[in-house]
Protein backbone atom coordinates (compact mmCIF):
# COMPACT_ATOMS: atom_id res chain seq x y z
CA UNK A 1 0.00 0.00 0.00
CA UNK A 2 1.60 3.61 -0.98
CA UNK A 3 1.15 6.53 1.57
CA UNK A 4 0.81 10.10 1.00
CA UNK A 5 2.52 12.61 3.25
CA UNK A 6 -0.47 14.47 4.78
CA UNK A 7 -2.00 16.61 7.67
CA UNK A 8 -3.91 14.95 9.83
CA UNK A 9 -5.79 15.48 12.97
CA UNK A 10 -3.96 14.41 16.50
CA UNK A 11 -7.01 14.18 18.03
CA UNK A 12 -9.76 12.84 15.91
CA UNK A 13 -7.51 11.47 12.86
CA UNK A 14 -9.45 13.84 10.17
CA UNK A 15 -7.19 14.57 7.33
CA UNK A 16 -7.15 18.31 6.66
CA UNK A 17 -6.90 20.60 3.59
CA UNK A 18 -3.70 22.25 2.86
CA UNK A 19 -2.87 25.17 4.86
CA UNK A 20 -5.27 24.32 7.48
CA UNK A 21 -4.35 25.47 11.15
CA UNK A 22 -6.71 24.26 13.63
CA UNK A 23 -9.31 20.40 12.51
CA UNK A 24 -12.25 21.41 10.67
CA UNK A 25 -14.07 18.37 13.07
CA UNK A 26 -13.00 19.02 16.05
CA UNK A 27 -11.04 22.35 15.79
CA UNK A 28 -7.99 20.96 17.22
CA UNK A 29 -4.90 22.46 16.73
CA UNK A 30 -2.77 20.93 13.63
CA UNK A 31 1.04 20.10 14.38
CA UNK A 32 3.52 18.08 11.80
CA UNK A 33 1.69 15.96 8.76
CA UNK A 34 2.12 12.57 9.23
CA UNK A 35 1.70 9.42 6.80
CA UNK A 36 -1.55 8.73 5.40
CA UNK A 37 -2.36 5.23 3.60
CA UNK A 38 -4.10 5.51 0.49
CA UNK A 39 -5.38 2.01 -1.03
CA UNK A 40 -3.55 1.33 -4.30
CA UNK A 41 -5.78 1.87 -7.66
CA UNK A 42 -7.55 -1.58 -8.18
CA UNK A 43 -5.14 -3.76 -11.22
CA UNK A 44 -6.52 -3.68 -14.35
CA UNK A 45 -7.22 -6.97 -15.95
CA UNK A 46 -7.45 -8.17 -19.71
CA UNK A 47 -9.12 -11.03 -21.13
CA UNK A 48 -7.29 -13.56 -23.54
CA UNK A 49 -8.42 -13.74 -27.00
CA UNK A 50 -8.11 -17.20 -27.20
CA UNK A 51 -9.91 -18.79 -24.36
CA UNK A 52 -11.44 -15.83 -22.26
CA UNK A 53 -8.66 -16.58 -19.40
CA UNK A 54 -6.89 -13.67 -17.52
CA UNK A 55 -3.44 -11.91 -18.90
CA UNK A 56 -0.92 -12.17 -16.44
CA UNK A 57 1.82 -9.78 -15.92
CA UNK A 58 4.12 -11.08 -18.03
CA UNK A 59 1.86 -10.83 -21.17
CA UNK A 60 0.56 -14.27 -21.72
CA UNK A 61 -2.67 -16.15 -20.62
CA UNK A 62 -2.36 -17.64 -17.15
CA UNK A 63 -4.97 -20.77 -18.29
CA UNK A 64 -3.83 -21.36 -22.25
CA UNK A 65 -0.79 -19.16 -22.50
CA UNK A 66 -1.87 -17.53 -25.60
CA UNK A 67 0.35 -13.97 -25.62
CA UNK A 68 -2.08 -10.92 -25.14
CA UNK A 69 -3.47 -8.90 -27.95
CA UNK A 70 -1.29 -5.95 -29.23
CA UNK A 71 -2.29 -2.23 -30.48
CA UNK A 72 -1.08 -3.89 -33.80
CA UNK A 73 -3.72 -6.53 -33.73
CA UNK A 74 -6.28 -4.70 -34.33
CA UNK A 75 -6.51 -0.56 -34.91
CA UNK A 76 -8.68 1.98 -36.80
CA UNK A 77 -7.79 5.58 -38.47
CA UNK A 78 -10.31 7.92 -39.20
CA UNK A 79 -8.30 11.12 -40.59
CA UNK A 80 -11.54 12.89 -41.86
CA UNK A 81 -15.56 12.55 -41.63
CA UNK A 82 -15.16 11.01 -45.35
CA UNK A 83 -12.29 8.85 -44.70
CA UNK A 84 -11.75 5.62 -42.31
CA UNK A 85 -10.40 2.30 -41.93
CA UNK A 86 -9.68 -0.66 -39.62
CA UNK A 87 -7.03 -3.68 -39.75
CA UNK A 88 -7.43 -6.32 -38.11
CA UNK A 89 -5.44 -9.75 -37.27
CA UNK A 90 -8.18 -11.90 -38.10
CA UNK A 91 -8.68 -15.07 -35.90
CA UNK A 92 -6.20 -17.82 -37.21
CA UNK A 93 -3.07 -15.95 -37.74
CA UNK A 94 -0.88 -15.26 -34.40
CA UNK A 95 0.26 -11.66 -35.63
CA UNK A 96 -1.02 -8.97 -37.92
CA UNK A 97 0.83 -8.74 -40.83
CA UNK A 98 -1.33 -6.48 -42.95
CA UNK A 99 -1.06 -2.61 -42.32
CA UNK A 100 -2.86 0.37 -43.63
CA UNK A 101 -1.98 4.66 -43.90
CA UNK A 102 -4.84 7.31 -44.25
CA UNK A 103 -4.10 10.64 -44.61
CA UNK A 104 -5.21 13.97 -46.30
CA UNK A 105 -3.17 15.72 -49.80
CA UNK A 106 -4.91 19.27 -49.34
CA UNK A 107 -7.87 17.87 -49.66
CA UNK A 108 -7.17 14.70 -51.65
CA UNK A 109 -7.71 11.73 -49.42
CA UNK A 110 -5.16 8.96 -49.76
CA UNK A 111 -5.46 5.32 -48.57
CA UNK A 112 -2.68 2.57 -48.49
CA UNK A 113 -2.98 -0.57 -47.51
CA UNK A 114 0.18 -3.34 -47.87
CA UNK A 115 0.17 -6.84 -46.62
CA UNK A 116 3.08 -8.81 -45.50
CA UNK A 117 3.98 -12.02 -47.07
CA UNK A 118 3.47 -14.20 -43.84
CA UNK A 119 5.72 -16.66 -44.55
CA UNK A 120 8.82 -14.55 -44.31
CA UNK A 121 9.55 -13.48 -40.67
CA UNK A 122 9.59 -9.28 -40.16
CA UNK A 123 6.95 -9.19 -42.79
CA UNK A 124 4.68 -7.22 -40.31
CA UNK A 125 7.60 -4.74 -39.94
CA UNK A 126 7.80 -4.26 -43.63
CA UNK A 127 4.17 -3.85 -44.21
CA UNK A 128 3.66 -0.69 -41.83
CA UNK A 129 6.95 0.74 -42.91
CA UNK A 130 5.59 0.58 -46.38
CA UNK A 131 2.25 1.88 -45.73
CA UNK A 132 3.31 4.85 -43.62
CA UNK A 133 6.03 5.67 -45.88
CA UNK A 134 4.01 5.65 -49.34
CA UNK A 135 1.33 7.69 -47.54
CA UNK A 136 3.91 10.52 -46.36
CA UNK A 137 4.79 10.86 -50.29
CA UNK A 138 1.37 10.70 -51.14
CA UNK A 139 -0.09 13.33 -48.94
CA UNK A 140 2.57 15.99 -50.24
CA UNK A 141 0.55 16.02 -53.37
CA UNK A 142 1.36 17.61 -56.58
CA UNK A 143 1.50 20.44 -57.71
CA UNK A 144 -0.88 20.56 -60.48
CA UNK A 145 -2.77 23.39 -61.09
CA UNK A 146 -6.69 22.23 -60.41
CA UNK A 147 -8.16 22.10 -64.05
CA UNK A 148 -5.42 21.30 -65.42
CA UNK A 149 -5.97 17.95 -67.63
CA UNK A 150 -2.78 16.85 -66.42
CA UNK A 151 -3.70 16.32 -62.75
CA UNK A 152 -4.28 12.19 -63.30
CA UNK A 153 -1.07 11.74 -64.72
CA UNK A 154 0.67 13.63 -62.21
CA UNK A 155 -0.94 11.41 -59.31
CA UNK A 156 0.16 7.71 -61.32
CA UNK A 157 3.77 9.15 -61.48
CA UNK A 158 3.45 10.20 -57.46
CA UNK A 159 1.75 6.57 -56.94
CA UNK A 160 5.47 5.07 -58.73
CA UNK A 161 7.43 7.63 -56.58
CA UNK A 162 5.36 6.48 -53.37
CA UNK A 163 6.09 2.58 -54.00
CA UNK A 164 9.59 3.39 -54.69
CA UNK A 165 9.80 5.01 -51.06
CA UNK A 166 7.65 2.26 -49.84
CA UNK A 167 10.49 -0.22 -50.97
CA UNK A 168 13.29 2.21 -48.86
CA UNK A 169 11.34 2.27 -46.26
CA UNK A 170 11.51 -1.91 -45.89
CA UNK A 171 15.07 -1.76 -46.36
CA UNK A 172 15.70 0.84 -43.16
CA UNK A 173 12.99 -0.76 -41.48
CA UNK A 174 14.46 -4.42 -40.82
CA UNK A 175 18.00 -3.67 -41.51
CA UNK A 176 20.41 -5.55 -43.00
CA UNK A 177 18.79 -7.92 -45.96
CA UNK A 178 22.34 -9.38 -47.65
CA UNK A 179 22.32 -12.74 -45.40
CA UNK A 180 18.43 -12.94 -45.86
CA UNK A 181 17.79 -15.64 -48.28
CA UNK A 182 13.53 -14.84 -47.71
CA UNK A 183 13.64 -11.32 -47.14
CA UNK A 184 10.65 -9.52 -45.49
CA UNK A 185 8.13 -8.68 -48.52
CA UNK A 186 4.58 -7.23 -48.84
CA UNK A 187 1.86 -6.46 -51.19
CA UNK A 188 1.23 -2.35 -52.43
CA UNK A 189 -1.91 -0.71 -53.31
CA UNK A 190 -3.08 3.17 -53.26
CA UNK A 191 -5.87 5.40 -54.09
CA UNK A 192 -5.62 9.19 -54.18
CA UNK A 193 -9.17 10.55 -54.35
CA UNK A 194 -8.71 14.04 -56.36
CA UNK A 195 -12.29 15.32 -57.22
CA UNK A 196 -14.05 13.12 -59.31
CA UNK A 197 -11.38 11.19 -60.11
CA UNK A 198 -10.07 8.31 -58.59
CA UNK A 199 -6.38 7.03 -59.43
CA UNK A 200 -4.88 3.52 -57.95
CA UNK A 201 -1.70 1.93 -57.63
CA UNK A 202 -0.66 -1.36 -57.03
CA UNK A 203 1.41 -4.45 -56.74
CA UNK A 204 0.23 -7.19 -55.53
CA UNK A 205 -3.19 -9.05 -54.60
CA UNK A 206 -4.53 -5.85 -52.18
CA UNK A 207 -7.75 -4.17 -54.12
CA UNK A 208 -9.26 -1.09 -54.91
CA UNK A 209 -12.87 -0.28 -55.60
CA UNK A 210 -14.61 1.68 -56.92
CA UNK A 211 -18.38 1.24 -55.72
CA UNK A 212 -20.91 4.00 -57.07
CA UNK A 213 -24.54 4.38 -55.41
CA UNK A 214 -26.03 3.97 -58.95
CA UNK A 215 -24.50 2.27 -62.00
CA UNK A 216 -21.97 -0.60 -62.34
CA UNK A 217 -19.18 -1.17 -59.18
CA UNK A 218 -15.83 -2.07 -60.46
CA UNK A 219 -12.70 -3.18 -59.39
CA UNK A 220 -10.13 -0.44 -60.33
CA UNK A 221 -6.86 -2.71 -59.68
CA UNK A 222 -5.55 -6.06 -61.64
CA UNK A 223 -4.18 -8.57 -59.29
CA UNK A 224 -0.49 -9.63 -59.22
CA UNK A 225 -1.33 -13.38 -58.98
CA UNK A 226 -1.54 -16.84 -59.94
CA UNK A 227 -5.13 -16.42 -59.95
CA UNK A 228 -5.09 -13.54 -62.35
CA UNK A 229 -2.79 -15.83 -64.31
CA UNK A 230 -5.35 -18.67 -64.39
CA UNK A 231 -8.15 -16.69 -65.11
CA UNK A 232 -5.98 -15.22 -68.32
CA UNK A 233 -5.88 -18.57 -69.26
CA UNK A 234 -9.88 -18.95 -69.41
CA UNK A 235 -10.28 -20.22 -65.80
CA UNK A 236 -13.38 -18.76 -63.87
CA UNK A 237 -12.81 -16.09 -61.19
CA UNK A 238 -14.02 -19.21 -58.61
CA UNK A 239 -12.10 -21.71 -59.59
CA UNK A 240 -9.02 -19.70 -60.11
CA UNK A 241 -9.18 -18.09 -56.53
CA UNK A 242 -9.78 -21.51 -55.17
CA UNK A 243 -6.74 -23.00 -56.69
CA UNK A 244 -3.52 -23.59 -54.75
CA UNK A 245 -1.78 -20.97 -56.95
CA UNK A 246 -4.30 -18.37 -56.02
CA UNK A 247 -2.38 -16.32 -53.73
CA UNK A 248 0.69 -16.88 -54.70
CA UNK A 249 1.98 -12.99 -55.74
CA UNK A 250 3.70 -12.04 -58.71
CA UNK A 251 4.55 -8.77 -57.75
CA UNK A 252 5.52 -7.19 -54.56
CA UNK A 253 7.60 -4.80 -52.15
CA UNK A 254 11.40 -6.01 -50.70
CA UNK A 255 14.89 -6.59 -51.39
CA UNK A 256 13.72 -9.28 -53.47
CA UNK A 257 10.93 -7.84 -55.71
CA UNK A 258 12.16 -7.64 -59.33
CA UNK A 259 9.38 -4.89 -60.15
CA UNK A 260 8.29 -2.27 -57.86
CA UNK A 261 7.14 0.01 -60.45
CA UNK A 262 3.32 0.09 -59.81
CA UNK A 263 0.59 -0.41 -62.32
CA UNK A 264 -1.68 2.08 -62.49
CA UNK A 265 -5.07 3.11 -63.60
CA UNK A 266 -7.76 5.74 -62.98
CA UNK A 267 -11.63 6.32 -63.07
CA UNK A 268 -14.19 9.03 -62.66
CA UNK A 269 -16.81 9.28 -60.12
CA UNK A 270 -20.06 10.13 -62.21
CA UNK A 271 -21.77 10.03 -58.51
CA UNK A 272 -21.41 9.65 -55.10
CA UNK A 273 -20.41 6.29 -53.62
CA UNK A 274 -17.57 4.22 -51.83
CA UNK A 275 -13.89 3.94 -52.54
CA UNK A 276 -12.56 0.34 -51.34
CA UNK A 277 -9.23 -0.54 -50.60
CA UNK A 278 -8.58 -3.40 -48.90
CA UNK A 279 -6.60 -6.72 -48.13
CA UNK A 280 -7.54 -10.40 -49.03
CA UNK A 281 -8.61 -11.29 -45.52
CA UNK A 282 -11.34 -9.22 -46.80
CA UNK A 283 -12.18 -9.86 -50.71
CA UNK A 284 -11.26 -14.07 -49.93
CA UNK A 285 -14.85 -14.03 -48.90
CA UNK A 286 -16.69 -11.47 -51.15
CA UNK A 287 -14.48 -10.91 -54.80
CA UNK A 288 -16.99 -9.34 -57.55
CA UNK A 289 -17.35 -5.86 -57.35
CA UNK A 290 -20.93 -6.41 -57.67
CA UNK A 291 -21.08 -8.84 -54.50
CA UNK A 292 -18.82 -6.32 -52.64
CA UNK A 293 -20.73 -3.21 -53.36
CA UNK A 294 -23.68 -4.77 -51.65
CA UNK A 295 -21.74 -6.30 -48.99
CA UNK A 296 -20.84 -2.38 -48.25
CA UNK A 297 -24.60 -1.80 -48.18
CA UNK A 298 -25.78 -4.18 -46.03
CA UNK A 299 -22.48 -2.84 -44.03
CA UNK A 300 -23.51 0.77 -43.42
CA UNK A 301 -26.86 -0.19 -42.72
CA UNK A 302 -25.60 -2.23 -39.78
CA UNK A 303 -23.40 0.30 -38.58
CA UNK A 304 -24.37 3.73 -39.82
CA UNK A 305 -22.17 6.55 -42.18
CA UNK A 306 -19.13 6.89 -40.87
CA UNK A 307 -16.28 4.84 -42.84
CA UNK A 308 -14.36 3.54 -40.02
CA UNK A 309 -17.57 2.01 -38.32
CA UNK A 310 -18.35 0.50 -42.09
CA UNK A 311 -14.71 -1.04 -42.30
CA UNK A 312 -15.26 -2.43 -38.21
CA UNK A 313 -18.02 -3.89 -40.09
CA UNK A 314 -16.53 -5.47 -43.40
CA UNK A 315 -14.11 -6.84 -40.44
CA UNK A 316 -16.36 -8.33 -38.09
CA UNK A 317 -18.11 -9.79 -40.92
CA UNK A 318 -14.75 -11.57 -42.18
CA UNK A 319 -14.20 -12.95 -39.33
CA UNK A 320 -17.40 -14.40 -39.34
CA UNK A 321 -16.82 -15.89 -42.05
CA UNK A 322 -13.54 -17.82 -40.49
CA UNK A 323 -11.00 -14.63 -40.44
CA UNK A 324 -8.40 -16.96 -41.93
CA UNK A 325 -6.62 -14.06 -43.13
CA UNK A 326 -5.40 -10.48 -41.69
CA UNK A 327 -8.15 -8.40 -42.43
CA UNK A 328 -7.98 -4.35 -44.16
CA UNK A 329 -10.74 -2.23 -45.40
CA UNK A 330 -10.38 1.30 -45.63
CA UNK A 331 -12.92 3.50 -46.96
CA UNK A 332 -13.77 7.07 -48.56
CA UNK A 333 -16.76 8.18 -49.04
CA UNK A 334 -17.36 10.54 -52.31
CA UNK A 335 -20.48 12.56 -51.96
CA UNK A 336 -20.57 15.49 -54.35
CA UNK A 337 -18.34 15.25 -57.34
CA UNK A 338 -16.71 18.59 -58.53
CA UNK A 339 -14.61 19.08 -61.66
CA UNK A 340 -14.70 16.55 -64.43
CA UNK A 341 -10.61 16.78 -65.30
CA UNK A 342 -8.92 13.37 -66.24
CA UNK A 343 -6.60 11.63 -67.96
CA UNK A 344 -6.81 7.64 -68.81
CA UNK A 345 -3.23 6.44 -67.78
CA UNK A 346 -1.83 2.98 -67.31
CA UNK A 347 1.93 2.11 -66.10
CA UNK A 348 2.51 -1.26 -66.98
Not at 81 to 104: F, P, Q, T, W, Y
Not at 193 to 218: F, K
Not at 301 to 308: N, Q, S, T
Amino acid sequence: MDHVVSVACGSCGTVAQDGSKFCEQCGAPLTAPVAVAVPPPAPSTRSCRACGGTIAADGYCQDCGTPAATERDHWSEAPSASLGGVCDRGIRHEKNEDAMALGLAGDAPVLVVCDGVSSVPDSDIASLAAARAARDVLVQGISVPSGDTTRVAAWSALLVRAADAANNAIATAVGDLAERHDPPSCTFVAAVVDGPNVVAGWLGDSRVYWLPDAGDPIQLSSDDSGANELMALGLSRAKAEASAQAHAITRWLGADAPDIVPRTAPTVAQGPGWVLVCSDGLWNYCSEASAVAELVRTSQEVAGPAPEKIAAELVRWANEQGGADNITAALHRIEVVHGTATVDTVHS
